[in-house]
């Protein structure tokens, strides 16, 4: 699979603070997913962005599909203790690769209150 | 239930030991996969199920066995498993192939 670059590969803040990750890749992709996992659970879909420049929120995350379309960023507003978590961007390849997911190593986030 | 479901969440066994991990999807989706989540790893696709058709197996070594009787239901049948294969498996699923995958919360499987 391609490699995804994924950073910064922790963060330590305090709440209230906004936070910003992203992820880079030597390889163009057609669609762009932000999963968060807690811990002993699966990944849990946070936003996916189809088209390159396209801006979408959900809530206090904000998430966007650089024009390039090799990279994305994933900002929270306000964090609060629940973001606790790990973040993982993954990037989908078209049909000619079947489709496939590629997970950059995750962005572990603490939150202290 | 809901979403994807997966059973035994946890599971301890012996290198010489059969066993076996559920996924059960209820979001009508066509499309099934198996990861493996090692720390300090990206998550490793296993095999994909398309319409209850294997159709992608990464270099997955044969201990590994999955099965997918129908396109709700997806199995990963484990035999003479080594220590290094303990890790988080993920099952997830999509609507399509092409479709954003939904994963459930993983067994955790530690091999002695």
């Known amino acids: 699979g391609q490699q995804l670059n994924q950073s910064p590969q922790s963060m330590f803040i305090q709440e209230g603070e906004d936070v910003s990750m992203n992820c880079t890749s030597s390889s163009i992709f057609n669609t762009w997913l932000w999963y968060k996992q807690d811990p002993g659970e699966g990944p849990v879909l946070l936003i996916a962005l189809y088209k390159a420049g396209e801006l979408t929120s959900n809530g206090r995350l904000t998430a966007q599909f650089g024009i390039t379309r090799k990279d994305s960023f994933l900002n929270i507003s306000a964090s609060i203790p629940s973001d606790v978590g790990i973040y993982f961007c993954?990037?989908?390849?078209?049909?000619?690769?079947?489709?496939?997911?590629?997970f950059g190593k995750g962005t572990s986030l603490l939150v202290t209150p | 239930e809901t979403g994807v479901t997966q059973t035994p969440r946890h599971l301890v066994m012996g290198m010489t030991n059969k066993k076996s991990l559920k996924c059960e999807q209820h979001?009508?989706?066509?499309?099934m996969y198996w990861y493996k989540q090692s720390a300090k790893k990206p998550l490793e696709l296993m095999f994909v199920y398309s319409l209850e058709e294997r159709v992608e197996n990464n270099s997955v070594p044969s201990r590994f066995s999955p099965e997918c009787p129908n396109s709700s239901h997806l199995f990963l049948h484990l035999h003479t498993l080594q220590p290094e294969d303990s890790a988080l498996y993920l099952c997830?699923?999509?609507?399509?192939?092409?479709?954003?995958?939904?994963f459930g919360p993983g067994t955790r499987l530690t091999v002695l």
């Open positions: 997830a699923s999509s609507q399509t192939r092409a479709g954003v995958e939904f």
């Open positions: 979001l009508g989706h066509n499309a």
């Open positions: 993954a990037g989908q390849l078209d049909s000619n690769s079947g489709y496939a997911l590629n």
